[in-house]
T-cell receptor, first 112, second 116 residues
């Protein structure tokens, strides 16, 4: 099955700085890569996703990049704000398989 | 629109006791999932269902059973709870189909289960 590794496990950044979280996956058949944000006491919520026919996708302050050859994808958060403090999960799947394999999560803390 | 609702939110069980976690979704989604979340291990898939009356094993199914008698409900059962099943359990649902494929997973708020 799919194995997703996520780094770092914790990340502390100064407000206004950028944050980068990196993930690798093992199954070359995976073609869908979402990122979920989990706030304290809540369930994860989708913030951005990318499909394998695209190398980069951006939505306001967040962006995701995908390198299919290296089986590597990353989440970039620019101009971080206190409300960006949360646990972030990367995931991978085959689009019509509908089963997500998640990374271990990254706890992001934005310092004021 | 409630989305995905999990019941209960917290529970403490003694080793050997049984219980059922209920997940209900009001979005008419076909696919439903049960995950467990443990520190440093992310979300691991326990069981899932691709439609009413169907169930399938995920990554960590041992010690759990599930049923999907109605499309909107997905039940997770623990027949004989063990301390290793102490975890936070999340239910999720995904709609089926659409072009492009609609793949966003909607999660409940979680059930924190402690087995002593």
């Amino acid at each position: 099955g799919e194995n997703v590794e996520q780094h770092p496990s914790t990340l502390s950044v100064q407000e206004g700085d950028s944050a980068v979280i990196k993930c690798t996956y093992s199954d070359s058949a995976s073609n869908y890569f979402p990122w979920y944000k989990q706030e304290l006491g809540k369930g994860p919520q989708l913030i951005i996703d990318i499909r394998s026919n695209v190398g980069e996708k951006k939505d306001q302050r967040i962006a995701v990049t995908l390198n299919k050859t290296a089986k590597h994808f990353s989440l970039h958060i620019t101009e971080t704000q206190p409300e960006d403090s949360a646990v972030y999960f990367c995931a991978a799947s085959i689009l019509d398989d509908y089963k997500l394999s998640f990374g271990a999560g990254t706890t992001v803390t934005v310092r004021a | 629109n409630a989305g995905v609702t999990q019941t209960p939110k917290f529970r403490v069980l003694k080793t050997g006791q049984s219980m059922t976690l209920l997940c209900a979704q009001d979005m008419n989604h076909e696919y439903m999932y049960w995950y467990r979340q443990d520190p440093g291990m992310g979300l691991r898939l326990i069981h899932y269902s691709v439609g009413e009356g169907t169930t399938a094993k995920g990554e960590v199914p041992d010690g759990y059973n599930v049923s999907r008698l109605k499309k909107q409900n997905f039940l997770l059962g623990l027949e004989s709870a063990a301390p290793s099943q102490t975890s936070v359990y999340f239910c999720a649902s995904i709609p089926y189909g659409g072009l492009p494929l609609n793949t966003e997973a909607f999660f409940g708020q979680g059930t924190r289960l402690t087995v002593v």
